[in-house]
């Protein structure tokens, strides 16, 4: 049994009261830890993909409206409510389109408002602590995945991965990445294809980067590697990550996804979605009706501070696609591998989940 290890640093910590986070943008080639002072500073940073990743803005976010509402310890309760209503729809206001954002706020003022505290720092050390397990959680349903997903993967197989749904999106193994770790664990030889991802090359600096500090044996290759590296017959199962599942099984995932699942189909490849509960979203039908986050062109128009295109170019830059239900193998969720009918599976694990 190979040992498990994790070399790349947390993706994000709360300590003595302050929140911290690695900032991805300056992967791998660089370590930078951040402390989060202010609402404005983990805006951005969410913003900027200094902390990515569906469960990991999740958790970043609860933490950050206790980072907002620090200040507002000593305010008067009617004045503390106000303020964390606002801080709250400020900070979702940073990313659209996962799910996870979202859902954490509302559960942090969910809990504010069920609580009868007698004072605003009361109220403030009942929101640390909620935060608190929102990170605890998303940590156990990293494993919950590896526990049930890591069957997929035999000896011999290849592994094709679209963007990071790593340990650095989470708070644990990762979503996708969470099968492979425990596989690699237990001592099953697989190769992974990292699709490079672009245009902010999650695959290539993080995915990559991760698998290979584990001692897990990957192949990173660009986007348009990937029809030919399954056309080689390379490739025996592909398990991508999620920002969010709508109630029908529409998968919303990082731009190139779709494409992916297309060419799976195409050459009979399972396509296996990682997907914790936290980023079910039952309460939008389709993912038609999702907000697909549009980023700034310069992203495609250059790297690294280098420009590519001509000045003036016309670009698109959508953050996220939408692969239909019909599409996807699988759901792998802490709970178990969700099949077709993905819509009345989903139904019934979310209920059986609920309190
Ligand atoms: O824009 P990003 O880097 O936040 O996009 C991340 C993804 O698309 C991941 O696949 C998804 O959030 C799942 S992470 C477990």
Known sequence: ??????????????????????????????????????????????????????????????????????????????????????????????????????????????????????????????????????????TAICTGIAQHGVALIKSGMGVLTHCNAGALATSGLGTATAPMYLAHQRGTAFRVYADETRPLLQGARLTAWELDSAGIDVTLITDNMAASVMAR?????????????????????????????????????????????????????????????????????????IRTASIGMRVGNPAFDVTPHELVTGLITEHGVLRAPLSAALQKMMQADSP
Request: net charge negative; aromatic share 6%; glycine share 6%.
């Open 1 to 138: 049994m190979k040992p498990a290890h994790k070399t790349v640093p947390a993706t994000l910590a709360w300590r003595e009261g302050e929140l911290y986070l690695l900032d991805q943008t300056r992967l791998p080639l660089e370590i930078v830890i951040e402390r989060q002072d202010s609402a404005e500073q983990v805006w951005h940073s969410i913003q900027q993909l200094k902390v990515r990743g569906a469960p990991a803005i999740g958790v970043a976010a609860a933490y950050g409206l206790c980072v907002a509402m620090k200040p507002h310890r000593n305010q008067a309760l009617t004045e503390f409510r106000a303020q964390l209503k606002h801080q709250a729809h400020y900070l979702e206001s940073s990313r659209p389109t996962a799910v996870n954002l979202a859902w954490a706020l509302r559960r942090m003022l969910a809990v504010a408002a069920h609580e009868n505290a007698a004072d605003s720092a009361m109220l403030y050390a009942r929101l640390v602590a909620e935060a608190q397990k929102i990170h605890t959680e998303d």
């Open 233 to 305: 017959g390379l490739v025996d199962l592909v398990i991508v990550g999620t920002d969010r599942v709508t109630a029908n099984g529409d998968v919303v995932n990082k731009i190139g996804t779709l494409g992916v699942a297309v060419l799976a189909k195409h050459f009979g490849i399972p396509f296996y979605v990682a997907c914790p509960s936290s980023t079910i979203d039952l309460a939008t039908p389709t993912g038609a009706q999702v907000e697909i986050e549009e980023r700034a062109p310069e992203e495609v128009t250059g790297f690294g501070g």
